[in-house]
């Protein structure tokens, strides 16, 4: 019988796009981070944050809140559908990505007493609105690969799974962790959809859009 349809459906490719940072009050510090040449494997999950740890502590960086600029092998920027794919997150699909995002990106690092807890920006595209958009966001909070976004193990998730939860006043979806300081914390804001791997965190970039 004839083949799967899907296979005939070729994927979005990403356009050019010039990286900018989204935050109106700027960082503590911005550093480099290239990715590594392929894309990583299972066994070398641990080596992204490993690096951009190595990163932190190569800079003797004491700044408590960082933007990391992520570079591909070229110096290029990679788009955030490429960057998933290459630490290894399935939680939203690279042609859901493009069609609704900007493919541009911002990762951050907040460092508190607990550790270094990086986070993740992508721009609404215009004209797109979150609540249709919603449904398919919300599908990440079954992804078991939530964990590969911390730069260290944040231990086990809660058994209570996500919750609802405010940050500065706008609503947010919460998973706890058993590491201290660790939490997976997501929301739309401000035009943006935020990652973010502390709740803190969350609120630093928050305060800086």
């Known amino acids: 019988g004839p083949g799967p349809a899907a296979d005939d459906k070729k994927p979005l490719t990403t356009p050019e796009f010039t990286h900018r940072s989204f935050f109106r009050i700027a960082p503590d510090e911005v550093l480099k981070f290239a990715l590594p040449e392929e894309a990583v494997n299972a066994v070398e999950l641990q080596t992204f944050g490993q690096r951009v740890l190595g990163l932190l502590s190569d800079m003797g960086s004491n700044s408590k809140f960082l933007e990391i600029e992520v ?5 290029g920027h990679p788009a955030i559908s490429e960057f998933f794919s290459s630490i290894n997150v399935k939680a939203l699909s690279s042609d859901f990505l493009l069609t609704n995002f900007n493919p541009d990106f911002n990762m951050f690092v907040y460092r508190d007493q607990n550790g270094s807890w990086p ?12 609540l249709f958009l919603k449904a398919e966001i ?3 909070e079954r992804s078991p690969d939530l964990e590969n976004l911390f730069l260290t193990s944040p231990g086990v998730r809660s ?22 300081g ?4 997501y929301g739309s804001i401000k035009g943006y959809l935020i990652f973010s791997a502390s709740l803190p965190g969350l609120e630093e970039a928050l305060g800086r859009l």
């Open 71 to 75: 570079q591909d092998q070229n110096g």
């Open 119 to 130: 986070g993740y920006l992508l721009e609404l595209k215009p004209g797109k609105s979150w």
């Open 138 to 140: 919300e599908k990440l």
């Open 159 to 180: 058994n209570i799974g996500f919750k609802d939860g405010l940050s500065k006043n706008q609503p947010v979806r919460i998973l706890g962790f058993t590491a201290p």
């Open 182 to 185: 660790a939490a997976f914390v």
